[in-house]
């Protein structure tokens, strides 16, 4: 893998504009913002909402002074006039930057090892859903491989991919197979393959942009998603995640840490929704109900299954955290180990504490309790090291009594 060449093709055009006007039209763009806050009372910034002139993320015409502009990228021009792709806008050179200083793009790929998030053990994991520095420089198994024309070095398919072998052979060309491929649709499943056809590497998961008969997305970088509860597609969905089995009139929501955890603290994190569902079945049984495990189940649908002959034979999630057996112990919210909650209707923020079944908000184990989204130190994009673990971080967070 020739890591030079990738890292000055993502990197290509991510502080360079040169049509970024400094004076009166930004200085004035920026004055009508702040008005706008103070008018309607905002107590933050809106979270994922693009802010700024237009020339930070587009060009007219890909060209100044008769030349193309090389730091444009390689493999421009791209779509919709922008003058990167999702890597140029939200990679750093070097480990301690967290947000472009530009756009403001969340950083999720620093190209030295990243230097702030939350740590486990001495080490920085990044924002929230982690960094892909790991699966760069480390292996494959540290997160989802997004990079375009590199396929993943140990899975040809995203394991637990319930489409993999179906009848109709979709898990040859599924859109779960591997994000470093577009997505070519299976007729036989449209128009739920239909709406991520053609998509790849971030755009797998982030519906950011892109329009066809069964998406009809339009500009989600732009969706006012000021929350504090962002559970709408004219919102563009938590983090823009929509899409999978459920198609665009389904998402997933939740409560937008307004520095995507940069800080972080008991009462300073994301909030995730959650639906207990039968522990027997899975797959796709709580799609309509927006959550983050409903959404991870579109590539991983067979881990959903966990029980077999009334036995647990896979952890389970999106389940109710029991309140006897230690699992009482955890009651003041981790940001390392995240929750689900059954319902967001009427918050204003996230909460510091932990609701155990028995309780008003019974919260559930999820997903992410245990995974990063993007990347992590350790295999298997897990928020700890799974098999040296016995501290009183990870797994003895709610397994009490293990340790």
């Known amino acids: 893998m020739d890591y030079t060449r990738r890292s000055q093709k993502v990197c290509k055009g991510s502080y360079h504009n040169r049509y970024r006007n ?93 230097s702030y998030g939350i740590e486990y053990n001495g080490v920085k994991q990044g924002l929230a859903g982690g960094n892909f520095y790991w699966v760069e420089h480390l292996d494959d198994t540290r997160g989802h491989n997004i990079f375009p024309g590199n396929p993943d070095d140990n899975l040809a398919i995203a394991p637990g991919e319930a489409w993999a072998y179906s009848p109709d052979g979709c898990g040859s060309n599924s859109c779960h197979s591997n994000l470093d491929r577009p997505f070519q649709a299976s007729q036989s499943f449209d128009p739920i393959h239909g709406y991520l056809n053609g998509r790849y590497g971030c755009r797998g998961c982030h519906m950011v942009s892109g329009y066809n008969r069964f998406s009809q997305i339009k500009s989600w970088h732009h969706a006012n998603d000021s929350g504090p509860v962002v559970d709408s597609k004219e919102e563009g969905w938590f983090r823009f995640l929509s899409g999978h089995y459920s198609g665009y009139e389904h998402g997933v929501a939740g409560i937008e840490d307004d520095d995507w955890q940069y800080t972080y603290s008991k009462s300073d994190h994301n909030e995730y929704l959650g639906k207990q569902v039968a522990s027997g079945t899975g797959s796709f049984v709580s799609i309509g109900a927006n959550t983050m495990t409903a959404f991870c189940c579109g590539c991983h649908g067979v881990f959903h299954v966990k029980k077999s002959a009334g036995e647990w034979i896979r952890h389970p999630v999106d389940r109710i955290i029991p309140i006897t057996n230690g699992y009482e112990l955890y009651t003041e919210y981790d940001p390392l180990v995240p929750v689900a909650r059954p319902d967001l209707t009427g918050w204003t923020g996230p909460r510091a504490t932990v609701n155990q079944g028995g309780t008003v908000q019974k919260d559930m184990v999820m997903c992410l309790s245990c995974h990063r989204a993007h990347g992590s130190p350790y295999p298997d994009i897990l928020r700890w090291d799974y098999s040296t673990i016995m501290d009183e971080k990870g797994c003895i967070t709610c397994h009490t009594t293990k340790k």
């Open 22 to 114: 400094k004076g009166i039209l930004y200085s004035s763009f920026i004055t009508l913002i702040v008005t706008v806050i103070a008018i309607k009372g905002f107590s933050r910034l809106v979270y994922a909402k693009v802010i700024g002139v237009c020339s930070n993320c587009h060009t007219m015409h890909y060209s100044q002074n008769g030349t193309q502009e090389p730091e444009w990228g390689d493999e421009g021009p791209y779509g919709y006039l922008l003058t990167k792709d999702c890597l140029g806008c939200h990679t750093a050179t070097d480990g301690g930057t967290w947000k472009d200083p530009v756009t403001g793009a969340p950083i999720v790929y620093n190209l030295s090892e990243p």
